[in-house]
């Protein structure tokens, strides 16, 4: 019985054992800058691991890495397997753990007998208790298959079995469509300059193109599916289905949380209110959770790359972490933000400000907010210190000048930033030089 199933999976989820010319590889939109990664990686000994949140692409990637691997370095059609292990027919497996995946992996190397190097693709392989400790075996035993994995959940690394693949894998968090991925999408062209200034100088005279895509943009967000639905009320299917799946498969289960009404208002009290100052005790005060409940909702909801935190800067580590300290709450995707909630007001400033923190993350910067009389948006280590603040307007508020003004001072920095809509320019405020970069430029100068 059981072979049965094992041979339906492979032949299910591999159509191109049986003709690799009839293998679609459908929504397969080019993502060039993980593809190019991942090639690379392909290479090296390591496991490869595609972790971020659910509907980001992962499955996307990891068929576009198969389609390059047959079509382009010719590798046999029974060398690249595919598996997607939370098909609902392995379900009743799941309980076996590795048990079940080396049962399934015997059986393929003893059915179809492939010969040279193994591509093992595992699509949502946190669903496979201690799945860390089988890989690690597997990688010992057999030198000549490459895995590549995918989760959506930080288990993947931070699980008590994780350390066993320590120093034999690379992680690459697969993040939704950067702006220029979402102009790509739309079939809008960018000249590509050395700097954000420079970008804006080649590009300047579309402008108003620009403008058009960024504003759709910060509306609905970068999900692949939502970016290509045909109308809004598909848009916002997809991304409360999104929303609840992420909260229900990647948050109540895997954490045993009984209290799934509370989490769920918790969630959707951030998402309107992102970008915004919190404590924990704020957050808890109108559902009667306590600052402690609440600060291991945010680390779940962080495990499932749902929301960020931002600490408030300080050199003092202590006074960082401090749990007392407001956090600076930005969500995974806008999209998923608005497109879940209903429109109380124009809040593109808090949009295009989400979009910045998540520009950071691509960059995989470290990030905080720093605030004394006046609050700087982003402290950023690029390895040195920058400041940003972003405004969507062009009509700038003094406290913008202020804030960055105050903030040069006490790192002791001549120059600073702030992300603007349109506005193009340097100001200089008591001898420190204020560099207006409009956010569209800012976003293309960093693909």
Known sequence: MKTTIFDTLIQTWNPHFSNSDDEKWEHSIPRKHYMSLLKTYLDLRHVLILTGIRRAGKSTLMHQLMQYLLQEKNIP???????FLEDVSILPYMQNGIQFLDELFSFYLETYNPKGMLYVFLDEIQSVPDFNRWVATMYEKHPRVKFILSGSRYSLVQSDTASLLTGRNILLQIEPFSFAEYLAVHKVSCREGEDASS?????????????????????????PEIVLANNDVQKRVLASNYFRDCITRDILLPNHVRNEHLIELLAFHLLQEFTKTHTYSSLGKPYKLSAETVKNYLMYFEKAFLFYQNQSFSYKTKETQDIQKPKKIYAADNGLRNLNIPYIRPDLGQCAENICSL????????????????EVDFVVFRPSISLY?????????PREIDSLVEAMEHFSLEESTLLTKSLHGTETVQGKKIHCIPVWAWLLAHQ
């Open 77 to 83: 059609p029974y060398n690249v397997l595919y598996l």
């Open 199 to 223: 970008v804006w100088r080649l590009n300047v005279a579309n402008q108003s193109v620009f403008l058009h895509y960024l504003s759709a943009y910060m509306k609905e967000g970068g999900f």
């Open 359 to 374: 520009e950071f993350r691509r960059q995989m910067l470290q990030q905080y907010y720093w605030k004394r009389k006046h």
């Open 389 to 397: 603040n972003v405004s969507y307007t062009d009509v700038i508020h």
